[in-house]
């Protein structure tokens, strides 16, 4: 992201990322457990959320972000696994399609 700040002016919807409501009446019992750039895990009670953003087809280095992603959100899910887990967000991919992404 820094790179494409440094280049100039930036024009349209240069960026994506996450962010996760979550309702006023169930402050008191929400953490936040971890933000990113690309997913932020939130605890509400009993319940992790999960709420990603991958990257979609033609970014480069498509394949170890999602890895990454994935990886670090399963070490997370390990860590809280007394929680019901809620995964959500844009996975940019067709689950049933032949990808390398969805196989994964």
């Keep these: 992201m820094s ?11 240069p960026f994506d990322g996450v962010i996760t409501f ?8 929400t953490e936040t457990i971890y933000c990113d750039e690309r997913y932020s ?3 509400v009670a009993n319940y992790l959320i ?6 979609c087809v033609g970014t480069s280095d498509r394949m170890l972000i999602c890895e990454n992603v ?13 929680c019901e887990c809620i995964v959500a967000g844009d996975s940019n ?12």
């Design 50 to 55: 999960v709420n990603l953003y991958l990257p």
């Design 22 to 29: 979550i309702n006023n009446r169930l402050r008191n019992i």
């Design 70 to 82: 994935l990886e670090n959100v399963l070490a997370w899910r390990d860590r809280y696994r007394m």
């Design 41 to 43: 895990i939130v605890r």
């Design 93 to 104: 991919v067709e689950l049933d399609s032949y990808d390398a992404v969805a196989k994964y």
């Design 3 to 13: 790179k494409q700040v440094e280049s100039g002016i930036l024009r349209g919807r």
